[in-house]
Each structure stands twice: as structure tokens, then as C-alpha cells.
């Protein structure tokens, strides 16, 4: 019988899924960012030709699962399933989006951990030979976001300094096989949930560093391997704050991986874009991920990564009732085959 | 490199995980309806000491978890991953239970059908080697999806006669391995999304059935058993006029499964219980299957048993913009070792 798990929370992906290709699509405001050109497609207008945000989102995530499955050279046929999540409530991007393909679908939800929730349930799905190919995908919009969890944007309410900016971005990867293997993935961490009491939705940062912490330290522990290891250790969205909180929890047991570490909450954006502490949205380390990160290992710039997105388990239902803001990350490694 | 792909939607569970127990918990009108004695607790007040109903579920799902543990013979410290969702937005109910647990969490979610993708989930985790042993869980509760779906409860809205009532109950099993398995789950068909343009929230089950029918087609396909393989088909929750709509469709298509089928939402409550069309809920097949029909199994009386939990996709955003509601299951086969 075949093991693959490996100390506590680790799959091993002995077969070594691979990337076969990624699709980002992401908002206007996105676009202006330093990461412009490493997106697929950046919109004109936020709406997309839609009636509502939220059909724009879904249309959004298809668009980058479309043009995922193109550069993998697969047509939905050669898909056995489609992982997704986002934000809205009853993940209604992803059933929205998904419902317009012939193909399986796997509801997955992480909160802005989303990503590598799907990335590593979609390895385990070809690793173990239950399917050829999978997308795995993820998507979130600033407008949807607002809509749903704080405010009309016609209301026009201040953010605090530690607010975050939910991405207006879409991203998709499939997963699959090829005679000549590239960027496969060799390792997932499942994260536990870790709270630690906070109540402000406005420093999700903070909520999530501590989880963030649990789950790239027991991965280390797991795998045997050190920080340093990895040419770059990537969290999903913990924003300005709540890496500078990860990094100074980290020293604090001994590690510092802050040579290696960077987060797609920080890179998204540009100071001068007035997000705050940066961007989140389960969009946000997809987009990032299928982009910038992608596009990157393919040009040799960087070779093994362990991405690491991470979720604030919040709802308003939640916050509205003085519950505290759980957080959980789970972490893929994805490496560059000699 | 294993295969165990089966068809276009069906994976194999080779090496057979086991059901190594299960737990349920439900709410006091499920308590006076006719599966009441095979439920482990019923509530004496759907509260369950909590002051919202939403910690009460979170409470619900916990216990389930806990018994299901208990009746297999794991501490925590023995599951490798919980996997669980639930209809309140981001999940709140399995968020705010599993982070009580120390033990990994994979947050899933297909509506009423996220019983059977947690299932299914699960049972790759186990077969393919990267878990010894998960716990796979969902709950709902009838006052929560009240609250966050229709109307205050305080406001006493008429339902029509095509409503269904969503159940306060969970469901959780441990799935693993034992010397001597019993009931083991061979087959997980992971459905589509169908939808045929329903737009109608009091008519689930007619928006569901057509996915349902999709999915038990092609388990039928890619297995390529016969219906009567089978002495039970159990959807999730169509009620009694999807349950009316699904064996018209088959029968359409040239099958009469009508004699092995059945429905955990017309199983749920009895006719006098006044919930017109019969249950729904996540917790509906969750429960039904962790009491009644496990323990059916347990008895001699059900050896051979697909069960189809059944989601319906929408949510109050999309319901309110005027979208159709897309419709999907997943099944799972779950079968006596002889």
C-alpha cells in the first residue's frame, strides 16, 4: 500500500504532478501594479462586459481557466476536474464559472488560502492516479468583496491603515503530466486552524501570520528540509503588517527566513496605490502564483518555491456576533526538475 | 503509476477505506421524526447551550466529530485531516468547530451535497496512501440557514408547498483502515454541475434532480454495474418532489431504479411534521447516512449503498440578481466486505 504522508501534516507527491500551464486575469487597478506584465490579461473595466460584479468575477475565472488549459495545450475533455473557491458566499464565482464547463467540480474553501488548498488537493488527485488533469482555481473581486463583507462602495467609508484590498484577480493552474517534466509539485501541507482571539477584520494580516507560522514550520519539520532551501517562501496575503509579524515570530523560534520570504499581499501592489497594507482575496496569491511566481520559474529566475496561501475564516455573521478571526494556511512546494 | 480512474467521472478506491465510525447529532423535530432512535444524540433545545444557533451548529458538528472518533477507536491525534463544510457563508459552522480540534483542515463545500465530496475526498486521502485516517463531516441547522437564506425567523413567512426544511443536524465518519474491514467505500463519482435554468429557491428539489440523475447515470456508466447492483440508492436531498421528478427522468432514459431508491430528506421527517417537501440541508444526508443507514448496514439489512448527496448552487446574491440555480451531486459506494 503506498505512503504518502510523510511526519504530521505533509503529503509526498512521488510521482511529481506537474504544472502544465497557468491563466491570470486580473482588474484595472491590478494592472497598474508592479506586476502588470506578468498577468495573462488585465481588464479595461472592472465589470467585464457584465450586468454584476459577480458575474464579471465568475467570467473572470473562466477566462484564466480557459487560457490555463490553452497554454497546458488541453481541451475540457482532457480535464477530469476543476477545484475551485472564492470569497462570495456558497462560492457563487466558482459555480457560476464552472457551470459553463462539462467537467467535475470539486467546491474547495480556504478563505484566501484557497489557492493552495486547490493546487494541493488537485496533486493529490493526479499524484494518486485518480485523474490525467485537474485545474485547480481561484478568483476574488474588490467590488464582489466589498459588496458582501463591509460596505456598499457607494457609502465611500474610510479603511484603516491595517486594512487589506481584496484583488480584483482571477488565476488557474493545471495540473497534470508531460514526457518532460518541469515545475512539479513535490510536497503539500494541510494546515491546522490556528486562533489566536483577534476580532478586527481590519488586521487580517495579524490574524493569519500565526497560521502562516504553524504551517510553513511544520513543513520544514515534516520534509526535513531548511528555510533555506527555497529560493522563495511566498505567503498568500498577509499584507505589509502581517509580514512583518510573521517574520518577527519566526525569529522568535530561532528561524529567519526573511532572505527567502515574500508575500503576494506586498508584491501586488505599489505603495503609492493606496491599498494599505496590500491586497488579499483568494485572487490574490492565485493571480500571483499563475503570474508573476509562474513566469518566473519558467525564465530560471527562481527554482524551488513553497507557496504558502493563507485564509482569515471570517464571515459577518461572525464578526457581527464578536467571534474571533480563526486563520489557516496551507503550503505547496513547487520545484524545478534537474 | 497507479490508475484509478474508472470512466470520465469515477475514481476507485482500490485498497478499500473503511467506515470506521460515525457520529450524528440532531435537532429536536428531527428527534420526533421517524429515524429518531438512529441518531447518537438528539437535542433536547436546538440551542444546545450556545447563545447564537450558529455556535450551536459549530457545537452539533463537534460532537458528531467527537463520537465518530470515540466509535472508531481514534483520538485526534490519530486523524490525519478533517474535511468538512456547511451553508453558512465561508463555512463559519466547520470553521468555528475544526478549530477546536488540533488536526488538520481541508474546508469543502458543494451545498447539500458536500456530505459526499467530503466523502469522496476523504476516501482519496486514505487510498491513496496520504492519510491513515480523516474524518469527513458537514452540518446545517434550521435556524442558521433561516437567518442567512429567507427570512428572520421572528417574521413568520408562509412556505409554500415546495419547500423543504432544512434539517438541524450533522453528520460526521471516520474513515481509515482495520484488520478486519466491514464497510469500505469502493467508488467515488465526482458529479458536474447541471443547470437547467431554475431560478425558483422553494423548488430545490427540481433544480437538483437533473444532477442527480446526471451523476448516478454515469457512476452506472463508468462502474458499468446495473441500478440493482445496489440495494440502496440514496440521493441527498431532492424531497418528495425531486424524489417524484428524479424517477421520471430515469425512467425516461429507460431505467426504473425506483425499487433501491430513496431519499434522506423524505426518509428525515414524517408526513405530520408539516415540512411540505421534505428535509434539505447539508446535515440532511449527513446525519441520515451517520445514523440510519450506517447503522442499517451495521444490522445486515443494507449491504450495497450509493449514496448521492445533492447540492443546489445558489446563493441570496445570486437569487437576488435573478441567476438560475445550478444543480450538482456526488456519489460515494460504500459496500459490505463479504
Redo the contacts between chains.
Sequence with gaps: ?????LG??T?IFQ?RPEILGTGSVVGVKEGKGPLSKTFDVVLEDDMFGEK?W??AESKMLSESINIAMRKAGKNQDQI??ILS?D??????SS??S??DF??????????CSTMA?SIL?GC??V??????AVVAASSSHYSTAER?FRMPLEHGNQRPPSAQWTATASGSVVIGRSQNPHFCCTYGT????V?TGMTDANQMGAAMAPAALDTIYRHLLDTGREWSYYDLILTGDLGHIGKRILIDMAKNLGIDFSPAYDDCGVLLYDEEQDVHSGGSGCGCSASVFAGHIYKSMLGGALKKVLLVSTGA??????SQ?G?SI?G?AHAVAIEAMQ
Design positions: 500500500m503506498a505512503n504518502n504522508k504530521q501534516q503529503f510521482t454584476t459577480e458575474m477530469d476536474a473557491g470569497l462570495l458566499n456558497q462560492l457563487m459555480s457560476f464552472v457551470k462539462s467537467v467535475p467540480f470539486l467546491g474547495i474553501y480556504g478563505a488548498e488537493l493529490v488527485l499524484d494518486g492516479g485518480y485523474a490525467d458582501q494541510v494546515g491546522k486552524i486562533d475564516l471570517l464571515s459577518t455573521t461572525s456576533q467571534e480563526p489557516i
